[in-house]
């Protein structure tokens, strides 16, 4: 990576990207554009991409009803009603018998790796095109990190290419549920299970997709303000139906306490009450604003599929998709999402740069052979998925992604 001075005075990040053999450019302000929305929408922009005042004025005075009356309790002292209630709920919904809430999904990543016992001379497989702290989690831990790249339809883990990855080092494989959509992980939880290494599913996109939490020995979380099940700010848990594994958690997560005794390490990795009470009333909400998500995404797979650009939204059932974004492999990229702008419709890339491309990664990753994440990369867009867009919003979506596909495959 080189950083060099434009004419215009503007910075300039330049990638050499091995699997094409040629050099590709982004401005820095073009990758912190492609960052996810603020939820603000833009000048000139008719549909956004996410608007946060729509997905929390769902069900707002339910929500804040619940955070009266976590104020009125004043429980916020430990051991806590508010978050038990919460990892309780939360546990059911995933159809696992135990959850621990934590500040944040990284701090649950860090957590996870924890418990699984995860430290220096340990390796794990994940995929590249993931958030940076499944990979940050482990490294922070002394822990090796190797890259699987991924299958080029579902953009998942590629099982077999993990499968042959695995060593007498790998301690765990974490395969991310890409998007909201549940990874196919059958194989490797077979092969995982025989070789005594764990499988810890990357599931912070995933609320609700159906089977998600409860293939691996543990799933994480992320309850971000933009995610299908939305937190104020942070929040994040890992889930699990193992006894002991949960109790390690627990000890982890509170200062290594067993009772009134700290009888192991441990840090604060808590939840804040508060965010565990507005969580709870959010819960009650998932299902309406998974259908809601699903409606659209069905809206747009019979507009788009024609053009051959839906792989990642197309499932059989439905239910295993919680579309936390709504993504499309499109050709010429940049005139696309400069086209679309022009229209007045928002977009984003998930994410904009891998972790083997960013600057903090770049020589650990320098050999990792990524080929199917590396085309996917420069093609990948995503369309606005958010709860309370109106039918003609939808429509206004529709058209404008249709009339630009149009354009770029007639050339």
């Not at 929040?235 to 958690?249: F, K, N, P, Q, S």
Request: hydrophobic content about 40%.
């Amino acid at each position: 990576m080189q950083l060099r001075r434009r004419p215009d005075g503007g910075l300039e990040v330049r990638h050499w990207c091995s699997s094409f053999e040629r050099r590709r450019a982004l401005t820095i302000e073009g990758v912190i554009a492609m960052q996810e929305s603020s939820g603000v929408p833009g000048a000139g922009v008719r549909v956004p991409f996410r608007d946060l005042r729509r997905l929390h004025n769902i069900g707002q005075q339910e929500s804040r009803a619940a955070l009266d009356r976590a104020i009125d309790s004043c429980d916020f002292a430990r051991p806590n009603q508010l978050i038990e209630e919460f990892e309780s709920k939360f546990a059911e919904y995933c159809g696992v018998r135990y959850a621990v809430a934590t500040s944040s999904g990284s701090s649950a990543l860090l957590l996870a790796y924890l418990a699984h016992g995860i430290g220096a001379g340990d390796e794990i497989l994940t995929v590249p095109n993931t958030f940076v702290a499944t990979a940050e989690a482990a490294i922070m831990l002394g822990a090796r990190v190797r890259l699987v790249d991924v299958d080029p339809v579902t953009q998942a883990i590629d099982q077999g290419a993990a499968i042959r990855m695995l060593t007498p080092s790998t301690k765990a494989v974490v395969p991310l549920h890409p998007f909201g959509r549940a990874a196919g992980l059958e194989l490797l939880r077979s092969v995982t299970r025989e070789r005594g290494i764990a499988l810890i599913e990357e599931a912070c996109h995933a609320h609700g997709a159906r089977r998600v939490g409860r293939v691996g020995d543990s799933a994480v979380f992320s309850f971000g303000p933009t995610k299908p099940l939305a937190g104020l700010g942070e929040g994040g848990a890992v889930v699990t139906d193992d006894e002991r594994l949960a109790g390690i958690l627990r000890q982890w997560n509170n200062h290594g306490r067993d009772g009134g005794s700290h009888r192991h390490l441990g840090l604060n990795f808590r939840i804040h009450p508060m965010e565990a009470a507005y969580l709870t009333s959010r819960l009650a909400l998932l299902p309406g604003l998974l259908d809601e998500r699903r409606m659209i995404a069905a809206r747009y797979n019979d507009a788009f599929a024609e053009y051959g650009v839906t792989g990642n939204p197309a499932v059989r059932d439905p239910t295993e998709h919680s579309y936390y974004v709504y993504v499309l492999d499109v050709p010429q990229r940049a005139r696309f999402c400069r086209r679309l702008s022009e229209l007045g419709i928002g977009w984003d890339i998930h994410y904009p740069v891998a972790i083997h491309r960013q600057p903090a990664h770049e020589a650990r990753f320098r050999a990792a052979a990524l080929p199917q994440c590396d085309r996917l990369q420069e093609r990948i867009i995503s369309l606005p998925m958010i709860n309370g867009l109106r039918k003609d919003e939808i429509d206004e979506v529709v058209t404008a992604v249709r009339s630009v596909l149009e354009e770029v495959t007639a050339e």
